[in-house]
């Protein structure tokens, strides 16, 4: 049995069931839970019981409130680190972005139940993904991006440099209890937790002091949850995979079934629908056939390399 689980606001919530019928295609007796706004709480609830959904709606502020996170996070920023001539608007998606890896550790740390796997919830599986084998989860690595400050903050925790680094951002990831009793052992490891505090706000002060270890603010991305336990698997001796065929970039509308069908024959496990990326409701086929090109892995590494070609020139 796997225990799928998803953090969200309300504007993602369309994705939800459709994934929800993608995944009883794939795996047997899955249960679901949503880690939910309070303030949406009723109304996603509601959502569901209308759709027929059977999951476990969580208020995050079991895990840890919005005004507390931002309390515990900004405690260890200086004012002019906060002030640092940033935009309302990246400060607040921002703050967003470090406060949802927050409730996906904690909602794990919290729930160590036999077979844990998250998704984001705009992605949506076109093919089944094998997440885990002989009770080790499968780590399952991404030829798309290698974030350099990704790889600090798993050297900083783990106190180890991997020889060869890759990236396991792949808007999912799964993790057994043992390895969820590991990752308290190594995030205890690096940072001991105070007994008044909860979890939510122990992981979030370790987010906040490895952000402000190497970096003067925090209105990038310095530190994915999905390194961090990928590596943290990695140490307890589970498996890389083959890097995943997945569509992400160029994906500027939502696609139709019959696409959908066509990604999964053409090797691709799953489709992500990003706000900031998206451009229309509905990709029409030169938009599909555009986006396959473009997210072939071979394809993808060429023109990054080309990208970062063009900024050095």
Not at 267 to 292: P, Q, R
Request: charged share 25%; glycine share 2%; with cysteine.
């Amino acid at each position: 049995m796997i225990n799928f689980f998803f953090v969200f606001k309300f504007n993602k919530i369309d994705y939800i069931p459709q994934n929800i019928n993608q995944i009883n295609k794939f795996y047997k007796n899955s249960s679901y839970s949503i880690v939910s706004p309070g303030n949406e709480f009723d109304r996603i609830n509601n959502y569901f019981l209308k759709n027929l959904c059977d999951v476990n709606i969580i208020n995050e502020e079991n895990y840890i409130s919005f005004d507390l996170f931002k309390f515990y996070f900004l405690k260890f920023f200086k004012d002019e680190q906060i002030t640092n001539i940033v935009p309302e608007k990246r400060f607040k998606i921002m703050m967003g972005w470090y406060y949802q890896q927050v409730l996906k550790i904690t909602h794990v740390l919290q729930n160590p139940k036999s077979n844990n796997v998250m998704i984001d919830a705009d992605t949506i599986l076109l093919r089944k993904i094998n997440f885990f084998e002989n009770g080790k989860s499968i780590l399952h690595k991404s030829c798309y991006e290698k974030n350099k400050n990704y790889k600090l903050a798993c050297q900083e925790i783990f106190s180890y440099i991997p020889k060869n680094w890759d990236s396991y951002t792949v808007q999912s990831f799964s993790i057994t209890k043992e390895e969820v009793e590991f990752l308290y052992e190594n995030f205890n490891n690096f940072f001991q937790k105070d007994e008044d505090d909860s979890i939510g706000i122990w992981i979030t002060k370790i987010i906040a002091t490895v952000v402000t270890k190497f970096n003067n603010n925090f209105f990038d991305s310095y530190f994915s949850e999905q390194d961090i336990i990928a590596n943290s698997n990695l140490l307890i001796g589970c498996k890389k995979n083959n890097e995943l065929k997945f569509l992400r970039s160029m994906v500027v509308g939502e696609l139709n079934p019959w696409m959908l069908k066509i990604a999964s024959k053409l090797g691709f496990s799953y489709v992500t629908y990003e706000h900031h990326i998206l451009k229309k409701k509905k990709a029409n086929f030169a938009d599909f056939i555009l986006m396959s090109i473009i997210n072939f892995p071979i394809i993808h590494v060429f023109l990054k390399r080309v990208q970062r070609l063009r900024k050095i020139l």
